[in-house]
């Protein structure tokens, strides 16, 4: 039976924006959830070893690339698995949290998960990425245009032709205004931006819900 992944990226544990959004999406849901902390338990960074295992019979592996495939095994069936995604990933200079890019970095395997052109076997799964950030993002705020999370993830499980899946957003945003004196003042944006979130977060776990449900039928 298929499940939420729920992957998360935060080193801040339970003070994390990023988690606490998650969990009140995963309070809604209705189903079986399998969760991986990639904060608590990273994965290795994919090297040679891994890369190379990818493309030789596995019966020519070395011992170092029986074990790099395991994993990449592990990894990948565990995505593939899945019937809808719950990725809890804060913006950490201005980019993806590393421990979550290494996660990437392996279940990405052309002809498993990524199609170039072929099958894509997670076309369509509803796909959501929570991601807290200390500043503002939004039209008119002086960093705008400057987040590369949202966008780069939007291509990379989004697009047709890798991963297909079906991916929305949510940005709790200035959550440094209650404890950067200089932010102060934007507090009222970061609670609506916070409230805005947990509500959001709570629709889309019925959405899926009922995404999850009818693809099971069908
Ligand atoms: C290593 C690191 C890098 C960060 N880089 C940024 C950044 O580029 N832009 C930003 O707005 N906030 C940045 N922040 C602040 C976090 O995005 C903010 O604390 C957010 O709430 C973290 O998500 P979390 O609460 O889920 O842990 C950074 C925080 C850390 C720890």
Redesign the pocket.
């Known amino acids: 039976m298929s499940y939420l992944l729920r992957i998360d990226a ?3 544990g339970a ?5 606490q959004v998650a969990d009140s999406f995963t309070a809604a849901w209705s189903g079986d959830i399998v969760r991986r902390d990639l904060a608590l338990n990273p994965v290795d960074h994919l090297g040679a070893v891994g890369i190379t295992a990818r493309t030789m019979r596995a019966d020519e592996h070395t011992p170092e690339q029986k074990a790099a495939s395991r994993l990449q095994d592990e990894l990948v069936q565990e995505f593939l698995g899945a019937g809808a995604y719950l990725f ?1 990933v ?5 980019s993806i949290p590393s421990v979550f890019k290494a996660w990437l970095d392996h279940i990405m395997v052309v002809g498993r998960t990524i199609g170039l052109g072929g099958a894509v076997p997670s076309a369509g799964r509803p796909t959501l990425i929570v991601s ?4 503002g993002y939004g039209p008119g705020a002086p ?1 705008h245009g400057k987040d590369f999370l949202v966008p780069a993830l939007e291509t990379i499980l989004g697009d047709p032709n890798l991963m297909a899946l079906d991916v929305r957003a949510i940005t709790p945003e200035l ?2 205004a209650p404890s950067v004196e200089s932010l102060r003042h934007l507090v009222p944006q970061h609670r609506a931006s916070l409230e805005s979130a947990h509500t959001q977060a709570r629709r889309q776990a019925e959405e899926f819900s009922r995404i999850t449900a009818t693809r099971a039928i069908a």
């Open positions: 935060s080193a801040s003070s994390s924006i990023s988690r809890a804060p913006l950490y200079n201005y807290a950030r200390g500043g960093q959550t440094y």
